[in-house]
């Protein structure tokens, strides 16, 4: 059991790991169990939705990733309408829905036919109402926390505020925020004829869980709600943009993402066993006892952009390749050494 309660800890998590890059993690056991874990969702925004699927290893067989990815499976998103909607196969473990928009009035449920025959379907889901972000704000503060090596240290922390308007949305809603960051950094070296921009890509709530439920506010406003939390450093020097998701979710999703929060934030270590058992919506058809790991989620979504550096703060911070420096630091010779850095501008970039 303890070895189970290891993996199924490791699994649940593995939906925060989106735009990052990691250590391979090897455990030293042994054991048979494999478990479907789901990555997936759509919203009532039109676009392209991935959905990942991936089975939890076989531990001292093959390699050890905790991971593998699941192909040649038959995915489709289906309706209690009886229309489907299929996924194509990007890659191996991640199928893609192209140009879909959810829509109110109906309940969407994913289909998903593994290789071995093995049927799972989430249970059928209506869209929320949705609520609209009104401001997003920013507040730079001196903090002093204990490190992992259990030192105590001192640093600026940038904290993102929003206040939300929920007056529109019957009953209150159940809100859940995602935060990703994009950052510009310019080349910056000694003789150099021609500086070069890059535009990186960062996660901010990585293991960092946002959620909120609207019927514990007085009134129909969310004021200055924190929605992430990131160092105070040189990305904010030039120019730093927050991509803001805020889903209206429901109360069985967010029960299921508070339960996920209260095992991330338990006080022990990684091999102690989680609090509870933590239980998704998809299932196996021809065995419910077969619980998936994950949850798939049909949500309301409004989205925002807000660009932020250090002359809005007035709270100077140096960028990285600024200035003399007696060593020319990674990257400011040539910014794509970063990791996921790009060229391109980016379409909605600000300068």
């Given at each position: 059991m303890?070895k189970k309660?290891?993996?199924y800890?490791l699994?649940?998590?593995f ?7 990691v ?5 030293n056991?042994?054991?048979?169990q494999r478990?479907?874990v789901v ?8 676009g392209?939705f ?7 290893a076989?531990i ?5 990733n905790?991971l593998?990815?699941v192909?040649?499976a038959t ?10 909607y299929?996924y ?5 473990g991640?199928?893609q829905?192209?140009?879909f928009?959810a829509l ?5 449920f994913?289909?998903?036919v593994?290789p071995?025959?093995n ?5 059928p ?10 401001d997003?704000?920013?507040e730079?503060?001196?903090e002093?926390?204990r ?5 105590f240290v001192?640093?600026?922390?940038i904290k993102?505020k929003?206040t939300?308007d929920?007056s529109?949305?019957?009953p209150?809603p159940?809100l859940?925020?995602r935060v990703?960051?994009?950052y510009q950094?310019q080349?910056?070296?000694?003789g150099a004829?021609a500086?070069r921009r890059?535009y990186?890509?960062?996660n901010?709530?990585l ?5 909120f439920?609207?019927?514990q506010?007085n009134?129909?406003v969310?004021y200055e709600q ?12 030039e ?8 889903f ?7 029960t299921?993402?508070n339960?996920?929060?209260e095992v991330i934030?338990?006080?022990?270590g990684?091999?102690?066993p989680p609090p509870g058992?933590?239980v998704?919506?998809?299932?196996n058809?021809?065995?419910?006892n077969d619980v ?7 949500a ?11 002359d809005?703060l007035d709270f100077?911070?140096?960028p990285?390749?600024?200035g003399?420096q ?7 010779r040539?910014?794509l050494?970063i990791?996921?850095a790009?060229?391109?501008r ?6």
């Open positions: 303890r309660n290891i993996l800890l699994a649940i998590a939906p925060f790991l989106l735009w990052t890059c250590d391979e993690i090897k455990l056991v042994d054991t048979e478990t479907l990555d997936g969702f759509v919203t009532d925004s039109l392209d991935q959905l990942k699927l991936s089975q939890s076989v001292g067989i093959g390699n050890d905790i593998d990815p192909s040649n995915v489709q998103l289906m309706d209690t309408d009886g229309s489907t299929p194509t196969a990007l890659e191996d991640v199928y829905l192209s140009n928009k109110r009035g109906k309940s969407y994913i289909d998903i593994l071995d025959g049927h799972y379907q989430s249970t889901a209506a869209l929320r109402s949705s609520s609209s972000i009104e997003v704000t920013f730079v503060s001196e002093t926390f490190n992992n090596a259990g030192e001192t640093e600026n922390l993102a929003i939300t929920v529109q949305a019957d209150p159940f859940r925020w990703f960051g994009e950094i080349e910056g070296y000694p004829l500086l890059c990186v890509k960062v901010l709530d293991n960092d869980i946002r959620l439920d609207a019927s506010i009134g129909d969310l924190v929605i992430a939390e990131a160092t105070y450093d040189f990305r904010f020097g120019q730093f943009c927050l991509h803001i998701s805020q209206s979710i429901s109360e069985e999703e967010f299921y993402w339960n996920i929060k934030d338990i006080d022990g990684l091999f102690d058992t933590v998704g919506n998809i299932r058809v021809d065995n419910p998936a790991v994950g949850y798939f989620s049909v309301s979504i409004f989205f925002q952009r807000k660009f932020v550096n250090s809005d100077f911070i140096r990285k390749c600024a003399f007696r060593f020319t630091p990674f990257g400011c040539d910014c050494e990791n996921g790009v060229r391109e980016p379409y909605y970039w600000e300068f």
